[in-house]
């Protein structure tokens, strides 16, 4: 994946890589029709309810057919029905061995674990990957931001857009092509920050990361690539 015009489209870079990896390890393969009523079976206990398969259709984007296709291909990598963060970067690391996945892997599980309790259950996931591939571009571009404000505190820092950046670098390693120089981060964030910063106060809003973003065509672009995943 080229790394050109990052400062515009990491968004892009962290979601796609994100589903590259769910290919590779079979989270996102078609299902099969006659695993079709075990897995709605399996599905329907996944929060210990049996209205869960009902529920969680509601809550996302997805069809029935669809989340018992993504359940399958968690529980397969999941048996234990959550991810914890270390497997999560376990699979990064596997995915990307010419890098180092771990702070990116990280940074992502945060996203991921909405209620913040140290591991990604199958409602987690979903949630956030409904977002992610058919969620409004509003909705992607609050969950990017999300994932960029590291504290959580409603803004994005030079800090932590500069940690997200190298995570990112460090992760594809150094068999890149062009060879990234070792300031190049930096400057993909400075640049972040000139045209993202609008009042020049040093941090990224919500308000003003979205104005800007709906008013760019490289990341309205970007926004449409995860569409048609699944």
């Known amino acids: 994946m080229g790394i050109q015009g990052m400062e515009l489209c990491a968004m892009a870079v962290v979601v796609l890589l994100f589903i590259a990896v769910l290919k590779q390890f079979g ?32 809550q996302t984007k997805f069809t ?10 968690f529980k397969n990598e999941c048996p234990t029905g959550l991810v914890d963060e270390e497997t999560f970067k376990l699979i990064y690391s596997q995915f990307f061995p010419q890098g180092d996945a771990t702070t990116y892997a990280h ?44 504290n959580k505190d409603g803004y994005i ?3 932590e857009m500069l940690a997200i950046m190298k995570s990112i670098y460090d992760m594809m390693g150094r068999h890149t092509y062009p060879i990234l120089r070792e300031e190049a981060p930096l400057e993909h964030v400075e640049r972040f920050f000139q045209k993202m910063d609008r009042n020049q106060d040093g941090v990224v809003t919500i308000e ?22 699944i």
């Open 157 to 159: 820092t030079k800090e």
């Open 107 to 150: 940074f992502l599980f945060n996203a991921f674990d909405a209620d913040g309790n140290g591991a990604i259950h199958f409602e987690d996931f979903v949630v956030g990957l409904s977002i992610l591939l058919r969620g409004t571009v509003h909705e992607k571009l609050k969950w990017a931001f999300n994932l960029y404000d590291i």
């Open 208 to 229: 003003e990361f979205l104005e800007t973003c709906q008013k760019d065509e490289n990341i309205m672009s970007s926004m449409q690539l995860f569409e048609n995943v």
């Open 64 to 73: 029935k057919k669809e989340l018992q296709s993504l359940y399958r291909g």
């Open 27 to 58: 989270i996102l393969e078609p299902m099969s029709m006659e695993d079709s009523s075990d897995s709605e079976l399996e599905l329907s206990a996944v929060r210990h309810q049996p209205e869960g398969l009902d529920q969680l259709q509601a």
